[in-house]
């Protein structure tokens, strides 16, 4: 007996092979600040972690300026090369930008949360509450999903 296979599956599969570029995530609604897809990285006690994350701008230009988390103490960073060829992290004085109608992605090897001196340990499949602040005086709270520093990601 012959196995039929449906249309949609087929439909699915061409899709597949053909390459087609996985849609886009959605924009921010207009005048909003979203935040997509945030972790942070799993650490112990008296170490230092990082958050990441993509902010989304549906409106005017803003700038993150700093985030507040329990149990550390959070600064904006970016990593970047040294003389010698070296990759350090520096803190960013200004903060940083979210430009308008566009995004900015935290990401391992560029910017983002550095949180230094962890008063708790931050577990493998736990949350972090984030609470970021804009140049606008927006604040938003992010739940960050605690994770291992995905081995691709890093630049």
């Not at 995004?103 to 972090?128: A, N, T």
Request: glycine share 10%; charged share 15%.
């Amino acid at each position: 007996m012959k196995k039929l296979w449906s249309l949609p599956l087929m439909a699915a599969l061409a899709l597949a092979l053909t390459g087609c570029p996985a849609p886009a995530p959605a924009a921010a609604p207009a005048g909003q600040i979203v935040v997509d897809g945030a972790w942070a990285r799993a650490a112990t006690a008296g170490m230092n972690s990082a958050a990441y994350m993509v902010i989304r701008n549906g409106g005017a230009e803003d700038t993150l300026v700093s985030a507040q988390v329990e149990g550390a103490m959070p600064e904006i960073h970016e990593t970047v090369q040294a003389a010698g060829g070296m990759m350090q992290m520096q803190p960013l004085a200004n903060g940083l930008k979210v430009p308008a109608n566009g995004s900015v992605s935290l990401q391992p090897g560029g910017y983002h949360i550095m949180l230094m001196g962890l008063k708790q340990d931050l577990k493998l499949g736990g949350e972090l509450k984030l609470k970021l602040v804009f140049k606008s005086g927006k604040t938003m709270d992010v739940t960050a999903k605690i994770q291992e520093m995905p081995m691709n990601m890093s630049k």
